[in-house]
């Protein structure tokens, strides 16, 4: 995964985990199969960059790469223009969550998407309760925005809890799933906001500990971006039941999804 920080040339307005698609100006694809990922951080939009090609008609300067030791795309440079299309579907209805305690618990590269909420939120930090980061990679080499992650860490009324599927020598953290963390702090749904995203195996789990722990279903917000193909509500590889992801999503709360009939797949 790649990531740019990119100011926009024209007047842009989108929502934090709004899907952005970069332009492949070689090629007519239309295809999300893998999301881009913005918020506004001040007048900046991030964008998590994966390996697709999507067609777009927004432009914006590449500003600078916020990862370190990783290249940006085959042919982008430093204040490069490049094309963007969307935004699309919904975003977190991160109004609803103020004065309310916030989990934001991630697997691989669900932490993007979720990242534009966190920042959201930090940037507006007093009106918002607590909140914990909960998140898990397969190795520490494939963790995110680990700078970050320490960053998060110093904000006051933050937990960040961190896990690995498998270690290395030097990791000295938490070793296993996702759902392990529950036993390392206090999880409670009275009154909490969940943003989930990752594998649909890792969403599966963590969305039954969630229930356990008492969180309302509607204070439960999932994204389901693997769904997402053409992004306009064309190709129907996104529906659900009378719902496209595309167009209704990505985002929607646990209690959306549990009216979904019992035969969708949706995680």
């Known amino acids: 995964m790649q990531g740019f920080r990119l100011v926009p040339i024209d007047r842009h307005h989108t929502r934090a985990g ?11 694809e239309t295809s999300l199969d893998e999301r881009h990922v913005v918020c506004h951080e001040e007048r900046l939009i991030c964008l998590g960059l994966f390996k697709s090609r999507v067609y777009s008609s ?30 699309y579907g919904n975003s977190f209805p991160v109004e609803k969550f103020e004065g309310k305690d ?10 993007p998407p979720l990242r ?15 909140a914990k980061i909960i998140y898990g990679a397969k190795t520490p080499d494939e963790l995110c925005f680990k700078e970050e992650l320490k960053r998060w860490q110093k904000i006051p009324q933050t937990e960040v809890l961190i896990t690995v599927d498998e270690a290395d020598k030097k990791w000295d953290g938490n070793v296993g ?33 969630l229930t356990k722990s008492a ?29 496209f992801v595309c167009i209704d999503g990505p985002v929607f709360s646990l209690e ?5 009939p019992a035969q969708e797949e949706v995680f």
């Not at 709004?18 to 007519?28: C, K, M, P, Q, W």
């Not at 500003?63 to 969307?86: C, E």
């Not at 959306?256 to 979904?260: H, K, T």
């Open 102 to 111: 916030i989990y934001f618990i991630a697997g691989g590269i669900g932490l």
């Open 58 to 87: 927004q432009r914006a300067f590449i500003r600078h790469n916020i990862f370190k030791n990783i290249y940006p795309l085959d042919g982008d440079r430093l204040a490069d223009i490049v094309h963007i299309r969307g935004p």
């Open 18 to 28: 709004i899907a952005l698609g970069r332009v492949d100006e070689t090629s007519n």
């Open 215 to 243: 969180f309302d279903p509607k204070n439960v917000y999932v994204t389901l971006e693997r769904y997402m193909k053409c992004g306009i509500g064309k190709c129907g590889h996104c529906n659900i039941a009378e719902k």
């Open 177 to 209: 799933v996702v759902t392990t963390l529950w036993d390392k702090t206090e999880i409670t749904g009275r009154d909490s906001i969940a943003c989930v995203c990752g594998p649909p195996v890792m969403i599966k789990f963590v969305v039954e500990k």
């Open 116 to 130: 534009s909420v966190i920042n959201t939120v930090f940037a507006r930090r007093q009106k918002y309760g607590a």
């Open 256 to 260: 959306e999804i549990s009216s979904f």
